[in-house]
T-cell receptor
């Protein structure tokens, strides 16, 4: 069965610092990969997705993610974090055989002014 | 375009009661998925509806059910509520189905069971 892990439950960074959130998945074939962000009291918003092609994907709000097949990873990055980026971040995986999207446990991001 | 709307936003129910939550998808979207979000279990898939038919279902007991109407609006029902059903219930709509559909989420319904 497919699974998604996000090793970091909580991360704190200073405003202006770079950010990398880790995501690993377990599945035999290349899955569909997503990153979502959830602000307090809000639903989830799609940041970016990878289906195929270029392994470096650009998303909204200055985020990017890189798919590394050899490491089964899809890490999210941002070169300079803003205080408004404080939120919960979810990595998600979907496969055509399983036909549903599975979400990781999430990483909570705090930003120090 | 208006986003996904969910009503009510907050709900308090007593054990044993039943509850119905509503979701209105983005105009033109025909797929609606439901998720349960709890601190302990995270985001778990409940079911997906497309064109009034349930096309996929997660691992939840039969107390959890749903339906979709011809205008793509969807409802989910939980019968015989248990304390463990307290959660944020999220609805997501998409133009496509399954993993190919880019999902747009509503703000959720916060259900508290006492």
């Amino acid at each position: 069965a497919q699974s998604v892990t996000q090793p970091d439950i909580h991360i704190t960074v200073s405003e202006g610092a770079s950010l990398e959130l880790r995501c690993n998945y377990s599945y035999g074939a290349t899955p569909y990969l997503f990153w979502y962000v959830q602000s307090p009291g809000q639903g989830l918003q799609l940041l970016l997705k990878y289906f195929s092609g270029d392994t470096l994907v650009q998303g909204i709000k200055g985020f990017e993610a890189e798919f590394k097949r050899s490491q089964s990873s899809f890490n999210l990055r941002k070169p300079s974090v803003h205080w408004s980026d404080a939120a919960e971040y979810f990595c998600a995986v979907g496969t055509t055989s399983y036909d549903k999207v599975i979400f990781g446990p999430g990483t909570s991001l705090s930003v120090i002014p | 375009k208006a986003g996904v709307t969910q009503t009510p936003r907050y709900l308090i129910k007593t054990r044993g009661q039943q509850v119905t939550l509503s979701c209105s998808p983005i105009s033109g979207h025909r797929s609606v998925s439901w998720y349960q979000q709890t601190p302990g279990q995270g985001l778990q898939f409940l079911f997906e509806y497309f064109s009034e038919t349930q096309r996929n279902k997660g691992n939840f007991p039969g107390r959890f059910s749903g339906r979709q109407f011809s205008n793509s609006r969807s409802e989910m029902n939980v019968s015989t509520l248990e304390l463990g059903d307290s959660a944020l219930y999220l609805c997501a709509s998409s133009h496509g189905t399954g993993v190919n559909g880019e999902q747009y989420f509503g703000p959720g319904t916060r259900l508290t069971v006492t």
